[in-house]
């Protein structure tokens, strides 16, 4: 860190008194009483100094005096999210490994938001994310709570998880994964609920690709039946990020565009 006056100093402090996890240019300026292009460039020469780190325009974290490397001081990447993208939720990988849909861990977080999403792939502080947009309509069910550094977090429950992987299959890193996480989620819970889920979505592919991976799981005929009830017309891919060969299911008007490992659906 850099060195700070006796001056500089008490004005941090009474910035970091607010106890905030992140501290906005409206923070600042309204604990040291002063504009905000004065609290800005506070914070930007703090930041310079070492005891802020810059999330995004206007937006910054405060770096413990105690911490061992403050260039690279961060923050929890589901709370950072929430601040930046919010109204938003977890969801994709990242709340299938919060359920145990799947062992694997991911470095990037996977976050739905009702906002614009100008790039699929950001970063912030040391922080990789894969982003999504969702209607604001469907912020509204399927979630669970959790808490993050004092922070109300949303995240898709385990349903709601399955239903977004299964409408976009890169959420869920490739129908492979996907097979994977269905399995497990069939195990103990009510098939379905995704069938309730899936209404609400209105993307009939979703029953498409929930039929065909149900079908070959085995045992959930209930759940293969009311898919097969809600299907509509054309054939899209499997896996719209793979390429697009591959053979027809007339039964499920999809394109089996990828090849699913031996005791996986195909």
Not at 69 to 82: E, G, N, T, V
Request: glycine share 8%; with cysteine.
């Amino acid at each position: 860190m850099g060195g700070i006056s006796g001056e500089s100093r008490a004005q941090l402090a009474r910035v970091t008194a607010l106890g905030r996890a992140l501290v906005t240019v409206s923070d600042a300026a309204s604990a040291l009483g002063v504009d905000r292009p004065e609290a800005a460039g506070r914070l930007a020469r703090w930041a310079k100094q070492g005891w802020m780190r810059r999330v995004r325009r206007d937006l910054y974290i405060p770096v413990p005096v105690d911490a061992v490397d403050p260039s690279s001081w961060s923050a929890d990447p589901l709370m950072l999210a929430d601040a930046v993208w919010r109204p938003c939720y977890v969801t994709g990988w990242t709340s299938a490994n919060h359920w145990a849909l799947t062992e694997q861990s991911f470095r990037t977080t996977v976050i739905r938001t009702s906002g614009t999403v100008r790039a699929s792939d950001q970063r912030l502080l040391d922080h990789d994310y894969l982003l999504a947009h969702v209607p604001e309509r469907d912020l509204m069910w399927g979630m669970a709570v959790g808490w993050r550094v004092g922070r109300r977090i949303a995240i898709a429950d385990r349903a709601r998880t399955i239903v977004d992987v299964l409408d976009n299959p890169r959420l869920g890193g490739g129908i492979r994964l996907v097979a994977e996480f269905l399995g497990a989620y069939l195990e103990d819970q009510d098939p379905l609920t995704l069938i309730d889920y899936a209404d609400r979505v209105r993307n009939r592919t979703v029953f498409k690709r929930l039929g065909l991976l149900a079908e070959h799981l085995g045992g959930h005929d209930d759940l293969v039946t009311e898919c097969a009830t809600r299907l509509s017309q054309g054939y899209p891919l499997l896996d719209p990020a793979q390429p697009p060969g591959g053979p027809r299911s007339t039964r499920w008007r999809i394109v089996q565009n990828v090849r699913l490992q031996q005791g996986e659906p195909s």
